[in-house]
């Protein structure tokens, strides 16, 4: 029923910095929780980052101090900010929404995912 629809990623130099976004047509994100994972494939799904209904929030500690996660609740809209950007940082992304607010990173908590895009770090 949450169509979650995420802006593109691209190609940034290393150091650089992206912002990533996640929104819906018309529904509110209000009562969501709303985490960025990552995953390069064959390896595993990474929860990057996550917000809470109450803006409360938690980082993947690779990414603390660099990544920013936060809404516009009038765009219904979620941005991860990310700066200082590594090529380990290179991966798809996709936001996901979870109705019961669990405010974790781990993926079968979430109930709703944008398409994923692909950020890419390099030279």
């Known amino acids: 029923q949450l169509q979650l629809v995420q802006s593109e990623g691209g190609l940034v130099q290393p150091g650089g910095s992206l912002r990533l976004n996640c929104s819906t047509s018309?529904?509110?994100?209000?009562?969501?929780?709303v985490a960025w994972f990552r995953q390069v494939p064959g390896k595993e799904r990474e929860g990057v980052s996550s917000?809470?209904?109450?803006?409360?929030?938690i980082y993947a500690d690779s990414v603390k101090g660099r990544f920013t996660i936060f809404r516009v609740r009038t765009k219904n809209t979620v941005y991860l900010q990310m700066n200082n950007l590594q090529p380990e940082d290179t991966a798809i992304y996709y936001c996901a929404a979870d109705a019961r607010n669990r405010r974790g990173l781990t993926h079968w908590e979430y109930d709703y995912w944008g398409q994923g895009t692909w950020v890419t770090v390099s030279s």
């Open positions: 018309g529904q509110t994100l209000d009562y969501y929780a």
């Open positions: 917000i809470s209904s109450g803006d409360s929030t």
